[in-house]
C-alpha cells in the first residue's frame, strides 16, 4: 500500500514564503514519527514533498520543492496515485478542513475527520459551546467583548482558530486590546496543562496515552515548549471525558488531541485537535507498540479495531524547538 502523508508546513506550503518558524519544529516531529510508523508496518511505503529549505524526512520517498514550483499542484498528484493520504495541517484559516476536503475529491481513503468536525474544531468558542452542551466540563470561551461583567482574571486571549501556542497571551486584568476580530478570551484555569492521545471513528473512542504539556508563562505570553508522553496514568474519569468527548464530536477520525487542565475537581476540556499531534511523536515509545498497528483496519474498513489491553504508558518527553 502506497500512502501520501503530507504535513503542509513542512511539505512545500510555505515556498515562495517566510517559513512559520514557531510551526516548523512540530510539524518536523509529527511528520517524521508518522512516516517512519507506517513504513514499519509490513507493505507499507510513504511519499510526500519538503520544503527545499529543510531537511527531507528520514524514511519515505519525499520530492523537494523550491521556488517557483506548485505544491498544491504535487500534493494532488501524490494524492492520486497513493492508496491513502494522511494530512497533517494547522486548523488555521481553514487549512485543514480545505486541503481534506482537496484530497477527498482524488482519494477515497483519507484518514481525518468528517468536514462538519473539523470546521466545529476549528473554532475553539465553537468547540466549547458543543461539549459544554453535551455536559463536558469545558473551560468558558468567550469572544473579546462578551466576557462577563463578573468574571475575574487573569485571562487567556488567543486566536479562535491558532495552532500550537502561537499568539496566546496572558493578561492579569479585563482584556483591551486591541485584538484580532477572531479572538477569544478564557479565564486563566490553574493546574497542570495535559492532553489526551485519542483513537477514534463514528463515536468511539479508546485513550491511548495521558500527557503533560510544557508550557511557559513569561512576559504575559504563553509558550508550548513539549510534552512528556504517557506522564499521567489514564484513569477511569479520562476514559469517560474521552467517551463523552467522542459522543459529542462522532466526526472525530483516526489518531487525535485533546487539550485539558488537571485540577482538584477533575479535567477541564481546553480544545479539541481533530488530527495528530506533537504527543504522537512520543507514543510509540510511551506505549511500547507501533500505535499505527491499531489504525491498519481503521484504514481498510473504516472502523476502529477492538484495542488488546495495553500495559501502562511508560514517560517519554518529546521537545518541540
Known amino acids: 500500500m502506497l500512502v501520501f502523508v503530507c504535513e503542509t508546513v513542512t511539505a512545500g506550503g510555505f515556498v515562495g514564503e517566510d517559513l512559520p518558524d514557531g510551526l516548523i519544529a512540530e510539524g518536523t516531529l509529527m511528520r517524521d514519527a508518522l512516516i517512519g510508523d507506517l513504513e514499519d508496518l509490513p507493505g507499507i511505503s510513504v511519499v510526500t514533498t519538503h520544503d527545499a529549505r529543510l531537511p527531507p524526512p528520514p524514511r519515505g520517498h519525499s520530492t523537494p520543492l523550491g521556488p517557483g514550483e506548485d505544491a498544491r499542484a504535487a500534493w494532488n ?16 484559516d481553514g487549512i485543514l478542513e480545505r486541503f481534506v476536503a482537496e484530497l477527498r475529491t482524488l482519494n477515497r481513503r483519507v484518514v481525518a475527520s468528517d468536514a462538519a ?3 466545529d474544531c476549528s473554532s475553539k468558542k465553537r ?20 466576557v462577563p461583567a463578573d ?5 487567556v486571549v488567543k486566536p479562535d482558530d491558532g495552532a500550537g501556542a502561537l499568539d496566546v497571551t496572558v493578561c492579569a486584568g479585563r482584556p483591551r486590546g486591541p485584538y484580532p476580530a477572531r479572538a477569544i478570551v478564557q479565564p486563566y484555569v490553574e493546574g497542570v496543562p495535559s492532553s489526551l492521545s485519542l483513537l477514534c471513528q463514528s463515536g468511539r473512542t479508546h485513550v491511548l496515552a495521558a500527557n503533560r504539556q510544557n508550557i511557559d508563562r513569561a512576559d504575559g505570553r504563553l509558550s508550548f515548549r513539549g510534552v ?6 489514564v484513569d477511569d474519569a479520562l476514559r469517560a471525558l474521552g467517551a463523552k ?13 485533546l487539550d485539558y487542565i488537571a485540577t482538584p475537581d477533575g479535567p ?18 510511551a506505549l511500547g507498540v507501533n500505535p499505527l498497528a ?12 477492538d484495542l488488546p489491553h495495553l500495559p501502562p504508558a511508560l514517560p517519554v518527553e518529546v521537545i518541540a524547538r
Not at 151 to 155: M, S, V
Not at 294 to 305: C, H, K, M, N, T
Open 77 to 92: 498528484r501524490l494524492a492520486a496515485e497513493a492508496h491513502c493520504c494522511w494530512p497533517i495541517a494547522p486548523e488555521t
Open 117 to 119: 468536525t473539523l470546521r
Open 127 to 146: 468547540t466549547a459551546a458543543i461539549l459544554a452542551a453535551a455536559g463536558v466540563a469545558t473551560v468558558p470561551t468567550w469572544g473579546v467583548d462578551e
Open 151 to 155: 468574571a475575574g482574571g487573569p485571562f
Open 228 to 233: 512528556v508522553v504517557g506522564a499521567q496514568p
Open 245 to 257: 468527548v467522542g459522543a459529542a464530536l462522532p466526526g472525530l477520525h483516526g489518531i487525535v488531541g
Open 268 to 285: 477541564v476540556v481546553v480544545e479539541v485537535n481533530p488530527r495528530l499531534t506533537t504527543s504522537y511523536a512520543g507514543l510509540r515509545q
Open 294 to 305: 491499531f489504525v491498519a483496519e481503521l484504514i481498510r474498513d473504516g472502523a476502529v479495531p
